[in-house]
């Protein structure tokens, strides 16, 4: 039937096993590889971030840190798809995650300082670095699974990836339990942050390039090793004239956009120190059940593809309402001018901010986590998806670069919620529209179609689609 029991590495000559899900070279242990990187790097800088201000009292060096960070992201993100493709997983996810070291070693030494140049400047150098690793990440995330269960690994990677945030947040809870009416984290904390970050840098050496990563059904991911530097600034250039990625763009704004509002107007105003990272634990732990969730209703609610995309849209959005609506709700009785009394987690008014919180977070994995999916199902060819990732992650990091500045300069609180919920609103019928136009329930996308009556048929059990 055109399927081959194994492939062999072009580079060694030797058979590669398709047998077993969970070899080395399986798109299982290679994107749950990439998960772990996740978890250690930008799991635990989220943890950090989560905790209002970078853990510091006065949030105004991390929010330039932030906007430092998020600048040159935007533009290496979209960069980033590219760059991948030329050099390939482990310079380019390696460059990536060692930047995260750096960005928690500045805080430690703003601890002792209080001088911020240090902190922009490392995250700036992260924003660079963040752009190779998330290209990367969803370049691997997007393409190497089977066409018909990409909701399924997006939500494995972002269980692992988010369990990062889970252990983040128990570091600075145990660390700083008893300092309850402390204002900054301690040296230990940020020395864990980089312990883990560290250890992503390592992990990230283990990542398979794509022609070597072999499915169940004997197919490789894809047959093309490397790209060219011309190539790449040509289809990077294309992506801004691309349909599919301008009715993306309101999504990939929105994305990160709230992030700024919800970690240092919810959790940061809301929530003694201790009881901020005991929050994140719950933040990041939604965020592995939301992605599940919604991996499930993608995959697995009906046989039709794109009938799955329109009810995971109509999920997310319905969703998304109430819990802007409760969030509305919360905010009301305070602001910049008339800040509330910080909570305690053993106080009776915890509960309704803390569920708030852990319901934003399960909001951000289901809309991330549908973005993605419909970002996979554009095409199947890691070359494609990495351009087609980096391009969603540059412009994410571009509106969470504005956000962060939008908190500096005291931007009324309820006009940051209402905007928030306002990009997020917009964004659902554009991706409805991308689904009804883009998205084959034959699990091909319209380009792959016409591409394949061009690959010889001995040749039609390797992917071999080339970029749009």
């Not at 691309?242 to 990939?252: C, F, G, Q, S, T």
């Not at 919800?262 to 732990?285: E, K, P, S």
């Not at 509106?399 to 005291?410: I, L, R």
């Amino acid at each position: 039937m055109g399927i081959e029991v194994g492939a062999r590495d072009e580079e060694s000559g030797t058979e590669l096993s398709s047998k077993s899900r969970f070899r080395y070279n399986s798109p299982l242990v290679q994107v749950t590889l990439i998960g772990l990187v996740c978890f250690c790097c930008p799991g635990m800088f989220n943890a950090l971030s989560g905790m209002g201000g970078g853990g510091q009292v006065d949030p105004t060096a991390a929010n330039n840190a932030n906007t430092a960070l998020y600048t040159t992201f935007a533009v290496f993100g979209i960069l980033g798809g590219g760059i991948y493709n030329i050099l390939g997983p482990h310079l380019t996810l390696a460059a990536g995650c060692s930047t995260y070291v750096l960005y928690a070693g500045s805080f430690l030494y703003y601890n002792h300082h209080q001088h911020q140049a240090f902190a922009i400047v490392a995250g700036g150098i992260l924003g660079i670095g963040a752009g190779l690793l998330w290209a990367g990440e969803g370049a691997i995330m997007t393409s190497y699974p089977p066409p018909n269960r990409k909701g399924t690994y997006i939500s494995l990677f972002w269980s692992i990836f988010n369990m990062g945030g889970v252990i983040g947040g128990l570091i600075p809870f145990i660390l700083n339990y008893h300092r309850n009416e402390a204002a900054s984290v301690n040296d230990a904390t940020y020395i864990g942050f980089m312990c883990f970050m560290t250890a992503g840098t390592l992990l990230s050496f283990g990542i398979l390039p794509a022609n070597r990563v072999i499915r169940v059904d004997g197919t490789r991911c894809t047959n093309v090793k490397y790209s060219s530097v011309s190539t790449e600034a040509a289809e990077i250039l294309k992506l801004f004239f691309n349909w599919k990625m301008l009715l993306i763009v309101p999504a990939a704004w929105a994305s990160n956009f709230f992030y700024s509002y919800q970690f240092n107007n919810v959790n940061g105003l809301l929530f003694n120190l201790r009881t901020r990272g005991l929050n994140n634990v719950f933040y990041w732990g939604a965020q592995m059940l939301g992605s599940i969730g919604i991996g499930y209703v993608l995959d697995f609610s009906f046989q039709s593809r794109r009938m799955r995309g329109f009810v995971g849209i109509g999920v997310v959005a319905l969703l998304g309402s109430a819990i802007w609506g409760g969030g509305l709700a919360n905010q009301l009785p305070y602001s910049h001018d008339d800040p509330p009394k910080k909570l305690d987690f053993k106080e009776s008014a915890f509960a309704g901010p803390f569920v708030l919180y852990f319901s934003y977070g399960l909001l951000d994995a289901m809309f991330q986590s549908m973005v993605y999916w419909i970002i996979g199902a554009l095409a199947d060819d890691s070359q494609t998806l990495s351009r087609y990732s980096g391009f969603y992650k540059g412009v994410q990091s571009a509106g969470a670069a504005v956000a962060w500045q939008v908190d500096t300069h005291k931007v009324p609180l309820l006009s940051q919620l209402i905007v928030n919920w306002s990009l997020t609103t917009v964004s659902y019928p554009l991706l409805v529209l991308l689904v009804m136009l883009a998205v084959k329930d034959d699990n091909k996308t319209e380009d792959e179609t016409v591409k394949e009556a061009t690959v010889p048929s001995s040749n039609k059990d390797i992917t071999t689609a080339k970029s749009t």
